[in-house]
């Protein structure tokens, strides 16, 4: 989830106008905050909220508890979650689902898992959602067919692959085409 989400704040970037820009907020303590990643691109900032994630989670989910947008200077048009999440907010989103397995194999998925799947309010989270994001085909499938969501609202965005790992042929590649005939 972390590369992709990477590499989908910076191919967003690249296609916004110059007078635009893309928050990224990340939480956590101290500790965590210094693995968070570095862009150049002038036109993706960072804010913080520097609070474990733990104690973020529980403010969100209390009855009146606060939104995400109330932790910024100034809220953003659309949130965007790479990631179903404990989330609290008054603004549109796009949220990105990875899997549903966890709808129908509750066995395989620890206590823990199953708590942290019902805090979420996935159902709740799905329906709300201004458009969702799907990584596969299968996983759109599964959203259609089996949670009844709109396919209007749901766009596939399979995750890429970072530039620097595209081919570059080398002089034995072809010894091994032509040895292993593929």
Known sequence: VGYYTIELIRHLAALLPEEDHLVL?????????KYFPHFDDPKIEIASIRMP?????????RPFGPTLESFLPHPPD?????????????????????DVSFKWFPQFFTAKDRLWNKLTRFNQRLHEASGLLAVSE???????????????????????????FSPKAEPSDDQFVRRYGV
């Open 25 to 33: 907020l990340v939480s956590g303590g101290s500790d965590v905050q």
């Open 53 to 61: 994630n733990r104690l973020l989670y529980a403010h969100l989910l």
């Open 78 to 98: 659309l949130w965007l979650f790479p990631n179903l999440n404990i989330v609290r907010t008054n603004l549109p989103y796009l949220l990105t689902v990875h």
């Open 138 to 164: 299968a996983t759109k499938h599964d959203l259609v067919s089996r949670l009844h969501i709109d396919e209007a609202r749901i766009r596939v965005t399979l995750p890429g692959v970072r530039s620097i």
